[in-house]
């Protein structure tokens, strides 16, 4: 059932999601995937903001605004609706090789995600929809079937990827058992 917004709806649960991955992952629901498919890229705007927004759903998240470097990534996913979203300056480089080529219209350039490895757990119907804080300062919504993902070297760096738009970008290293 689609809401007027266009957005789905969802339980207003506000998850601890640090302790919600720890706990999936103590019970054997821990995965390994990397980034793996090449994305569009330009530079964002000093105070920017970047609504993310995914097919079907509405309104994923909306960036705080754009800092001097920072950039805006487009990935190349139909199914989620090739959604934006801001990255700042001081993680860009170490997430993005390129570009692979000139910018074409609108400025846009390809880059390669440079793989790194990212913990993930599945959101289960057991664990239904609910919603959490991410790095930055908003509230976040997960449903069943999305991946929340987790950078290994930074456990704070933990995120939702909706689930048409982590199967259609990251690559599974080692699934979590069924």
Do not use: H
Not at 58 to 69: I, V
Not at 140 to 147: E, F, K, T, Y
Not at 152 to 175: G, L, M, N, W
């Amino acid at each position: 059932m689609l809401l007027s917004s266009g957005q789905m709806p969802f339980a207003q649960t506000l998850v601890d999601i640090n302790a919600f991955f720890q706990k999936a992952s103590g019970r054997g629901g821990e995965g390994l995937a990397r980034k793996t498919k090449t994305v569009d890229v330009r530079e964002a705007t000093p105070g920017e903001v970047i609504v993310t927004v995914i097919k079907g759903e509405g309104k994923e998240t909306q960036s705080p605004p754009a800092k001097t470097g920072d950039m805006v990534v487009r990935n190349r996913c139909l199914e989620s609706g090739n959604e934006e979203f801001l990255v700042p300056a001081s993680k860009f480089a170490s997430r993005y090789d390129g570009p692979t080529r000139p910018a074409g219209e609108g400025g846009w350039r390809p880059y390669r995600p440079r793989g790194t490895d990212m913990r993930f757990v599945v959101v289960t119907e057991k664990d239904g929809a609910f919603t959490f804080a991410p790095p930055w300062d908003e509230t976040m919504v997960a449903r069943p079937g999305d991946a929340i993902v987790q950078d290994a070297q930074d456990p704070k760096d933990t995120y939702r990827v909706q689930k048409a738009a982590f199967a259609c970008t990251y690559e599974e290293i080692r699934s979590p058992p069924k």
